[in-house]
């Protein structure tokens, strides 16, 4: 970005793709996405697991799962349904949750932190959605 803006390359080039309006349409849907009680369950009880982790020194925060439920709603709106299934919270899981967490120090390398997530994931059985 300061690379860009060093060689005249302003915000002031960023053009409207969606207006107000239409962003806000949009947004309306895919909190209207449902979510079944066992996926509020599961998305509840991975959050959890990062509470109880030795090498995450803070968890994931009642705001991270209410981050990761709008990311599985708004997951599930782009897919073109109106209900969240297990691989909408797998799609989003990982970027929502790993930089809202507070690491130890023996995981402050990327890829082992994404190793630990997916074990932590794996960890917890996703719920049979039909």
Known sequence: MIRRRQNGQSLETVQQ????????????EAEQVYLK???????VTLCEKTRSEVHILQGASPRATLALT?????????????Y???????????????HRLVWSQE????????????????????PAIK
């Open 17 to 28: 793709v969606v207006s107000r309006e239409e962003l806000l349409r949009i947004r309306r």
């Open 70 to 82: 709008a990311l599985s709603k708004a997951t599930a709106w782009i897919q073109g349904r109106d």
């Open 37 to 43: 009680d066992a996926m509020i369950d599961y998305i």
């Open 107 to 126: 995981l402050s390398d990327g890829a082992a932190r994404e190793e630990l997530l997916g074990k932590l994931f794996a960890s917890v059985k996703a």
């Open 84 to 98: 969240v299934l297990p691989r909408d919270v797998r799609f989003v899981f990982h970027d929502c949750i790993e």
